[in-house]
């Protein structure tokens, strides 16, 4: 029956001759006596002829068939879908940041730079970094930074013949692209058969060509680098700096500081760990840190104290700016919000419940969707599966057949060094009562699978779009309305 209601609100046609939502007695002013006369219709526009009534409907209807964070869970791994506090929301939009000029001179907005500097402040503490910009808009722009800030580094103490970025294929996509837009060469390396970095091959792929390693922590599939601290011991001796993507950062937030580890640069993701809502495209915020040796290179201009005012400064060695004015004060100020809120204690009670969380779909689901690396896992499991040991279906089947029961897809085929991955990320914020429902959804799933796999290849089944011919909408595109 919902089916069919659905068909039906989108199939028929609403527009009925002769209705009105309002209607004008009379018509005031001709638009002929006020405009020329290229600027006139010469037909009567095609509208629709609805009451009011039928409208509010219409796009309620419409409302409802998005999927929002609000409604329900998102299980979409890398991208940390997790509740954001509304009240962030509501202070970031106060006038007094909403509506600063960006051309403000700094004593018109010493509250602003304070909020700033603060959570500069707050970036270092967790880090155990010695300086932050708040400039990059994004993780992807953060990294750029990074690597620009560490070819600055380099250019200034003579390491201007250092022209490859190291890359372990467990590392976000972004990684590998973020370095070869900057001009470097990419070296790729093999994962060890743990889904770590295989050590053996880094230590080949090292060189007095080696500008930078790029790792994530977490990596990609889930796991941390057991072997950090060697690994940053590797890197230093080839004269290399060490770059962690910092987007996982919501799996060590209280638990581990990056500097501790022999970390040079890293960026962290403010729409991802420290509350800023993320999805739609934005917005979003990188800011990115440094240790003590490479912290003048950053993008200048910086939020600094001085004599108790707050005042934006800039080094000598900077790179230059990476962004006009200063980053998206907006994120910003909802990530200083998320510091400020909580304790060092929460903080880490933060990293324990999204790794409980994300071990607690793995262990249940063992058994009928196995994880890759059968270990513990960080943030986010990653799952696999054997389309010849399921009847056929695939990993985007069983995606499509969780809409049916109400659950956003995880994310499909990523990493890449998974086959036929299904990347599983709960986040801290979902409860044992969600996640039970959602491991239960999994399992009437794998029960079709065995018993009737057709309808987990043909699904979705109760949506407003079924499946389409994913090959021919990627070959053919249609971008009109």
């Known amino acids: 029956m919902q089916e069919i209601l659905v068909q039906n609100e989108l199939s028929i046609e609403k527009s009925r001759s002769g209705r009105r939502g309002i209607r004008y007695a009379q018509v005031h002013k001709h638009a002929a006596d006020y405009l020329p006369d290229g600027y006139l219709r010469k037909q009567e526009p095609h509208l629709p002829e609805m009451s009011e009534f039928d409208t509010v409907r219409h796009f309620t209807r419409l409302s409802q068939q998005n999927y929002c964070l609000d409604g329900q869970f998102y299980p ?39 909020i ?48 490859q970025v190291i890359v372990p294929d467990t590392a976000h996509g972004t990684n590998p692209a973020t370095a070869h837009m900057a001009g470097y060469e990419v070296i790729n390396i093999k994962s060890a058969p743990n889904g770590c970095v295989d050590k053996e091959a880094l230590q080949a792929a090292l ?57 040079d640069i890293m960026h962290l993701n403010l729409h991802k760990t420290f509350a800023a809502p993320h999805g ?68 880490k009670e933060i990293a324990e ?61 990523f990493p890449l060094i998974v086959p036929e991955a299904l990347m599983i990320e709960p986040t801290e914020t979902e409860n044992k009562e969600m996640l039970d429902a959602f491991v239960a959804a999994m399992e009437r799933i794998y029960e079709e699978i065995k018993t009737d796999p057709q309808i987990v290849k043909d699904a979705p089944h109760h949506h407003p779009v079924k499946r389409i011919d994913e090959v021919s909408a990627a070959r053919n595109p249609n971008l009109h309305w």
């Open 76 to 114: 979409l791994g890398s991208c940390t879908m997790k509740y954001n506090p509304k009240s962030y929301d509501v202070l970031s939009a106060l006038p007094s940041f909403a509506n600063a000029h960006p051309f403000a001179p700094e004593n018109a907005v010493q509250g602003t730079l304070e």
């Open 116 to 163: 700033l500097y603060n959570l500069q402040e707050l970036l270092k503490k967790i880090t155990g970094l010695s300086a932050f910009t708040l400039q990059p808009a994004a993780g992807a722009h953060g990294e750029l930074t990074g690597i620009l800030t560490a070819r600055a580094y380099h250019n200034a103490t003579g390491g201007q013949d250092r022209t």
């Open 207 to 263: 060189s007095e060509k080696t500008a930078v390693v790029m790792l994530t922590v977490p990596n990609t599939v889930g796991l941390f680098e057991p072997d950090i601290r060697e690994i940053a011991d590797m890197v230093h001796n080839a004269g290399a700096l060490l770059y962690m993507d910092g987007a996982n950062f919501n799996a060590l937030i209280g638990l581990a500081k990056p500097a501790d580890f022999g970390v």
């Open 280 to 347: 739609g495209g934005g917005p979003g915020s990188g800011p990115v840190g440094a240790a003590a040796h490479v912290a003048p290179y950053l993008p200048k201009p910086i939020v600094t104290l001085q004599d108790g005012r707050y005042t934006f400064t800039e080094t000598a060695e900077s790179l230059g700016k990476m962004k006009a004015f200063y980053g998206n004060i907006a994120v910003c100020i909802r990530g200083y919000c998320y510091l400020r809120q909580f304790d060092a204690a929460t903080l």
């Open 353 to 413: 419940n999204a790794i409980l969380n994300a071990n607690y779909i793995r262990s249940l689901l063992k058994g009928k969707f196995n994880a890759f690396f059968d270990c513990n896992c960080m943030h986010e499991c990653v799952l696999s599966i054997n389309p010849a040991e399921m009847n056929g279906v695939h990993t985007s089947d069983i995606a499509k057949r969780l809409l049916d029961y109400g659950f956003y897809a995880p994310t499909i085929y």
